[in-house]
């Protein structure tokens, strides 16, 4: 390896290597060879491809002319038969096209990595000894062969390849930024067996390995930058810069809506070894749980005619790193969804006493409410032990005690039950004892007379303009279960046994693609968004 020494201030050298000067002698020579190539009726493929060796930023007059000639006999074919309808012009569009536009990529690449300074990242010094190497790169249009132009930092003390930083690639892995978001896109959404038949449909030949090892690459990038966002929670200026972010114009005062809720996922974190440390007498435990939150601004919720809540803006915090990490999320959401300018915040849960303990430290000022139907729920559970489930008995027993619960009526609905406990066994007496402590736990939290009142006024049009507004008040944590759910659709399917580094890569990708921060991982993708909408 004999070192360049044509480089010796600090701005790049604008004399390419050897090679490249080689290679653009040659291109006028190599231009008449490849028309006479194709003029010789050799296919357009094998015409087009070695013209990909060129570095020039477009296409040859011959590439095109090859170009449409297979267009042309393609869409001729098409018209021949007459049961090939528009889905066959379709296809057959984009496979002619597809052979162009990756001649198009790749000299493009070509000339960026050219245009790129070949300095350290770091520290900005030229690099040393400096040489070109080819790598093959995974695109949206098939395998890209790109030179990239790479060094010696002196101060740094390694290699680095600038271009490749410039490309959007990383050091290890093949794919293109394209690729990439398609990996975390595809992976975090379905299996990565169906992803990989998704992605061959749309053009893309990618093996289950790449899928998955691209998209947990991507996650973890994704976590990162979130930690990167949390970080704002830390500073006074950061804390500044995002209420000042979610500051709109002078408006009605808002109530900020937070809903927290959990569920469990299967992990299988010690391989091989759980017999070894069941038998240490440690707990080994599959169930892990993922804890979620939802924040929304009570103006942007409003019902449909069959009661169904809509909500047009909503933000996702979603983690399986424990209860503090979540609300530490959940407290950068509601940052950024106005808790700075909310005139009150309301929080909704289930009974679970981590989420009010948490609540309790992070929205110290928040109203808090028990989710009615959890509520409910606790209620039903004593009448199915005392009468049997779903007994005619049971109905009419459970009746007044729910009544009581809507009417907020907690300490009517407590002396209820312990009356009833003297009459009972000693087993069902604990139970009721459980339910006792439940509904003691969460007095202040039930509230729920005025919203159903003003439902019914609202039914009979008679409601008051506070009315209306008291009205679409949520009386439970339903639109965090309906994310629950959507996020077990994916990573709680039967046999499915996950890492915990593994699934938290992908919900945190999940989480941006909901909270519609996608692009922040992918910048590209918003050229594509923004003509779509
Ligand atoms: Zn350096």
Known sequence: MTPTTTISSGRPSRRPHVKLRRARRSQAQEHQRLAEEILSAGPARDAAQAAATLTQGQLTDAEVQAWRQDLDARLAAVQQHSEQNLGFIEEQIALATKEPMRLLAERAAQAKANATACQCLKCHLQLRHQKYLARTIDSRFGPLRVFRKYGWCPECEEWQFPADHALGLSPNAPASPYVQEMAALLVSKM????????????????????????????????????????????????????????????????????????????????????????????????????????VFRLDHRAQTAGGRALISQRAYAVTRAGVEALIRQLYYQALVCGLGQAQEVLVIADGAVWIWNAVADRFPDARQRLDLYHGEEHLWAVAHELYGKDTPEARQWVAPLLEQLRNEDGPALISGLKELQPRLAQSLQEKVQKQIDYFENNARRMEYRQILQARKAVKKGTATPAQILKANEPLGSGAVESTCRQYQCRFKRTGQFWSMAGDEALMCLETFWRNGRWHELFPHAKITSAQLN
């Not at 973890?220 to 709109?248: K, M």
């Not at 391989?271 to 892990?288: D, F, I, M, N, P």
């Open 191 to 294: 299996p990565p067996e169906q992803a990989v038949l998704v992605a061959q449909r749309m053009g893309l030949k990618l093996s289950r390995c790449t899928l998955d090892r691209e998209a947990h690459r991507q996650g973890l990038r994704a976590e990162e930058a979130r930690a990167g966002h949390l970080n704002a929670l830390d500073t006074w200026e950061g804390l500044q810069s995002l209420s000042a972010a979610s500051e709109g114009p002078a408006a009605q005062p808002f109530t900020l809506v937070i809903e927290i809720d959990a569920w469990n996922i299967r992990e299988r974190d010690h391989w091989g070894q759980t017999e070894a440390l069941r038998a240490k007498g440690e707990k080994v435990s599959r169930w892990h749980w993922v804890y979620v939150g939802t």
